[in-house]
Structure formats: C-alpha cells, structure tokens
C-alpha cells in the first residue's frame, strides 16, 4: 500500500486532472525542469558526473526542489535519471556530460541477458529511495517517480550510446525476436520493481519515458516493444497512483501508448492536444505540448503558443500543461516562471 496521502495532495490539481476530475486550474510542470537551465543548479551541482549526484540523497532532494521553488510548477520530478536502474546492478553505464548514457559493454547476444540480474531497490539503489523519502517529507506539491521504458532503455544497452536511428536495436528486435523479447521482459521487470518502491517510498504518480518509441512503425511497436511496456503500466494498476505514459514523434502510436494501460498520455510538439484527445481516447489525460524550442522566444510569442495549447486542449478536464519535451538548457528560467503564471491565470477551471 501506498502511504496516506496529506489532504493537500489528494487535492492537488495536478492528481486531479490526471484523473481527469474537474480543476480550478490548469497544473503544470516541466520535463527536465531541474537542470542546466537553472543557475542554482550549475552552482550546486558543480562538475562530477549525474550519477554521483543522485546517489546523494540530500543533494538530489534539494536538486529536485529547485524547479519548484524557483517556477511555483504543480509537480515535482525526481533528480535521477533513467539509466539508474540498470548502472545499479553493474551492467557498465556511465553518464558522460554532454553526450548521455554511455555503455561500456553494449547488448549484443544471449550471453548479455546474465548481466541483467533483477533489480533489489533497497540493495540496488537505496539512495533513490531515501531522495523520495525525504521528498515525501518535506513538499507539498506531488512527487512524480519515473522509469525509462523497455524500448528506450534498451536502446542505449544496445547501441552503446544516443543513437540517431536505432539500426542495431531494431537489428535484434527483428532477426533475433525471442532474445529481444527477453531483453525488453528483463528491463520492464526491473521498471516496474523501480517504479513500485518508489511509490512506497512516497512518490504520488509516476511516469514512464519511451523517449525514443517514436523511432517505431505502429505495427513494430505493437508486436515488438507494446507487451513490454504494457507489463510496467498494467503492473502499476491499483497502486492508487496516476501513470503517465510517454514519448517523442509518437504521434501515430498515441492510440497504442493509450492501450498500453496509460491514465495519461504525454503527446510531443507535433499534434495538437485536440487531435492527441481524440487518438487516446475520451478515458485518459492527455500532458503536454508547448514546443520547447518556443521557449526560447521572446515572451510574447511563448505567450501566443502557450494560449493556442490551452485553447487546443479543450475545456474538458484531464490536462496537464507541460512542454513536449524536456526543457532545453539555454532556457532563461523567467520565462518558464511567467509562464507557469500565465497557465495558472488562463487556464481556467475545466
Ligand atoms: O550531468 C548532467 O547534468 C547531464 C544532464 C542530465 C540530467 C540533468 C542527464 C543525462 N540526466 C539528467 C536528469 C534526468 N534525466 C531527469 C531528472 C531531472 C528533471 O527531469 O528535472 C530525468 C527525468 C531524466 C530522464 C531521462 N534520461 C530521459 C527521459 C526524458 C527525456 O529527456 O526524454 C532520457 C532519454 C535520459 C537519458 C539521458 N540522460 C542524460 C542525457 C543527456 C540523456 C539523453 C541522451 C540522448 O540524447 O539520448
């Protein structure tokens, strides 16, 4: 079981259109809202590498507040990162600035699947656990928990590193299926074993990051990567938590993110929240889906955007205003807290 809620998180508007129950305002938070963006970030942080920093309770805790002080968002997202998990049991992942998830040893035969033990979260990553613990303690606002999803987390064991077109991940997936399938089984037990200590550590909705599923056809990703992904959200149903469930260029497989056992669906830049409403369906959410790169503009233009996103997302409730990607680092981090107040003061009650 979960732990009781406070009577400010059940009311939090942020769980509420989750669950699609009428707000008195539309939430909001970012994707990567803690981060280069943000000067007291660079400062606390300084130069070691991303996982010695989330393997710092106190440091990713307070890591994890700076957005929501500094922005007044609705949520708060855990400082971690989705390699977590698997660099945890030693498979050999490093965060390398600047570049991303780095293996030393990529996924390439059976052989690969003994490295992949499953995931003990108070031996494996007790730090990740204490960081929400803490969290749990001391915000008001919800915590989201995450994991990366099967797809995309084998996307970096396979490659070796960020790919630009996936060739060797969907090499395995279509010449050697049943290997794949044991790779994606292997990654979605360890998401879900994460992603349910995190819930019983405190965090009040979790999201699930396909980043990079977009780079799939709907047939491939029904038959090769759905099933998979579908075992972490169905195995997070009756948690009490909302699940979000998301990913990039997905715009012809929100349908198919929906099925996967979503109560949210994140939707990127490219499709309009009415269009992505309709594609996943009356019963789920819908989170997004201001273009990061308009953030970049000057403010009356975000302003623009921001109006045309609200006005497109309807006066129905179930949706949380978030970017269609994580925030960029060159974001001046005023605009992002004029327009949080912008979301607040327009997006009214639905
Ligand atoms: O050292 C650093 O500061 C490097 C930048 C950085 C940060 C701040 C990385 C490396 N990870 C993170 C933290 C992180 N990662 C968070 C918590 C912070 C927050 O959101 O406020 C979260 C939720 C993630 C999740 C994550 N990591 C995703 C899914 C979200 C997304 O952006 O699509 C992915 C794909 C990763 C892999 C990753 N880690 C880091 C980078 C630069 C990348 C992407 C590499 C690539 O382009 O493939």
Redesign the pocket.
Known sequence: MPPAQPATLASSAFLRACRRQPVDRVPVW???????SLPEYRAL?GEG??LD?VAKPELAAE??LQ?VRRYGVDAA???????VPVASIGFGVD?V?G???VVERPFRSAHDLARLRPLEPEVDIPYVLETVRILAREIHVPLIG?A?APF?VAS?LVEGR??RDYALTKALMRTEPALWRALLDALADMALTSLRAQVAAGASAVQL?D??AGALSPEDYREHVLPSSSRVLEGMAGLGVPRIHFG?GTGELLGLMAEAGADVVGVDWRVPLDEARRRVGPDRAVQGNLDPTACLAPWEVVAEEARRVLARAGPEPGHVFNLG??VLPQTNPDILRRLVDLVHEEGGRR
């Open positions: 970012f994707m990567r809202q803690a981060g280069r942080r590498p991303i920093a890591l994890t957005p997202i855990l400082f971690s990162d989705i390699v965060v600035a570049v991303g998830p995450f990366g995309t970096y960020p790919s990051f980043s990079w990039v990607h994580g």
